[in-house]
């Protein structure tokens, strides 16, 4: 079992910086794939960016040059740092966590809001 805990979120200008974390339990933790997911006000979640246990990484591209992803294994921690912020990126900011072998996002943190005023 994983239990993930997000944090990090707030109220910030347009092009400013956030940065969100993650706190992961369990032994297994640079094990797991690690993800942010996102969720606005009427949309679905859609995907933010994702980290391997090997440290690859891979964005939306809706985010892609402004967000970073890392971990840090020996804090069972994963980071979204967020530059650049516009307005679209408002949202609840969920970190997920996955096996390798698998597709299914089985492990998920409460959410933590992000909001961007123009």
């Known amino acids: 079992q994983v239990q993930l805990v997000d944090s990090g979120g707030g109220l910030v200008q347009a092009g400013g910086s956030l940065r969100l974390s993650c706190a992961a339990s369990g032994r297994t933790f640079s094990s797991y794939v690690m993800a942010w997911f996102r969720q606005a006000p009427g949309k679905e979640r859609e995907f933010v960016a994702r980290?391997?246990?090997?440290?690859?990484?891979f964005y939306a591209d809706s985010v892609k040059g402004r967000f970073t992803i890392s971990r840090d294994n020996a804090k069972n921690t994963v980071y979204l740092q967020m530059n650049s912020l516009k307005p679209d990126d408002t949202a609840v900011y969920y970190c997920a966590a996955r096996v390798p072998t698998s597709v299914d996002w089985a492990y998920w943190g409460q959410g933590t809001q992000v909001t961007v005023s123009s």
């Open positions: 980290i391997t246990g090997g440290f690859s990484a």
